[in-house]
């Protein structure tokens, strides 16, 4: 089992930039990408992007490309999610999870919020 932990959320301004970290421990080899994801209320759990933690390719939402990256540092079994010109339609909570597909993860962090308001 993988144990998932996101930081890094909190209020920005509408255009502001946060990275918020996902930070994997317990048996951190049973996976093979980190999945982003984000929920705002009243909605369901959509995509935000993924990155493969063996070759570090990447795939985006198409609402968040041009402004969010993924990266990931292995050797600290992190994965980072960079956002930037961020919108408030952004704002939401922040999981990760050890699939590109939410139903599909065995292991999901507890979120972390994000909140972009002027």
């Known amino acids: 089992q993988v144990q998932l932990v996101e930081s890094g959320g909190g209020l920005v301004q509408p255009g502001g930039s946060l990275r918020l970290s996902c930070a994997a421990s317990?048996?951190?080899?049973?996976?093979?990408?980190i999945g982003w994801f984000r929920q705002a209320p009243g909605k369901e759990h959509e995509g935000v992007g993924c990155?493969?933690?063996?070759?570090?390719?990447?795939w985006y939402a198409e609402p968040v490309k041009g402004r969010f990256s993924i990266s990931r540092d292995n050797a600290k079994n992190t994965v980072y999610l960079q956002m930037n010109s961020l919108k408030p339609e952004d704002a939401a909570v922040y999981s990760c999870?050890?699939?590109?597909?939410?139903?599909?993860?065995?292991?999901w962090g507890q979120g972390t919020q994000v909140t972009v308001s002027s």
């Open positions: 317990g048996v951190t080899l049973d996976y093979d990408a």
């Open positions: 999870a050890t699939d590109c597909n939410w139903e599909h993860a065995h292991d």
């Open positions: 990155i493969s933690v063996r070759d570090g390719s990447t």
